[in-house]
T-cell receptor
Framework: EDQVTQSPEALRLQEGESSSLNCSYTVSGLRGLFWYRQDPGKGPEFLFTLYSAGEEKEKERLKATLTKKESFLHITAPKPEDSATYLCAVLHYNTDKLIFGTGTRLQVFP | GAVVSQHPSWVICKSGTSVKIECRSLDFQATTMFWYRQFPKQSLMLMATSNEGSKATYEQGVEKDKFLINHASLTLSTLTVTSAHPEDSSFYIC????????????????FGPGTRLTVL
């Protein structure tokens, strides 16, 4: 069964304190892995798509990486405005459906 | 690019009434749109996949007659919650996947801002 597990569930960081969020996945045929950011009361905002092991994508203070079993979202020198829930999702090769993890709730304090 | 809107952003209705939620892709065409439901502090639950010009495909456990989906054009899909009851109160989010050749990810789902439905 296809499954996505994110850890930690919640993360509190001091402003400037870099860290990583983990997304472990089990899928029989990975077509793509997606990272989204979701603010309270809003829809998810697209961040990255990764397609193959070894691939990396960067955007401002965020960097996403992919291996055959997991993906990491690295946050470098975070700011309070980076506080949000970060969602990971995988797309199976043969379906249209995204399988979401339960998210990591990030809080960055000044 | 790849902006999706939803209307309304929130709605309060009485039990037994019907509510329509619109989802529009503003700057791209989307043959396929998706409807999700999200409960507090939980992840997104796919309700149905909507394809332009054809019937929606519903996930197991989702009542087709209660959640009517129409995808009339390449930029508009609607979700109608019929005879709404308090247990239908939730956060409804749509997403759209761009057709090839538009300069955006063809596998990527772009999400709308969501609609908060409260049924009294």
């Amino acid at each position: 069964e296809d499954q996505v597990t994110q850890s930690p569930e919640a993360l509190r960081l001091q402003e400037g304190e870099s860290s990583s969020l983990n997304c472990s996945y089990t899928v029989s045929g990975l077509r793509g892995l997606f990272w989204y950011r979701q603010d309270p009361g809003k829809g998810p905002e697209f961040l990255f798509t990764l397609y193959s092991a070894g691939e990396e994508k960067e955007k401002e203070r965020l960097k996403a990486t992919l291996t055959k079993k997991e993906s990491f979202l690295h946050i470098t020198a975070p700011k309070p405005e980076d506080s949000a829930t970060y969602l990971c999702a995988v797309l199976h090769y043969n379906t249209d459906k995204l399988i979401f993890g339960t998210g990591t709730r990030l809080q960055v304090f000044p | 690019g790849a902006v999706v809107s939803q209307h309304p952003s929130w709605v309060i209705c009485k039990s037994g009434t019907s509510v329509k939620i619109e989802c529009r892709s503003l700057d791209f065409q989307a043959t396929t749109m998706f409807w999700y439901r999200q409960f507090p502090k939980q992840s997104l639950m796919l309700m149905a996949t909507s394809n332009e010009g054809s019937k929606a495909t519903y996930e197991q456990g989702v009542e087709k007659d209660k959640f009517l989906i129409n995808h009339a054009s390449l930029t508009l899909s609607t979700l109608t919650v019929t005879s709404a009851h308090p247990e239908d109160s939730s956060f409804y989010i749509c997403s759209a996947r761009g057709d090839p050749g538009q300069g955006i990810g063809t596998d990527t789902q772009y999400f709308g801002p969501g609609t908060r439905l409260t049924v009294l």
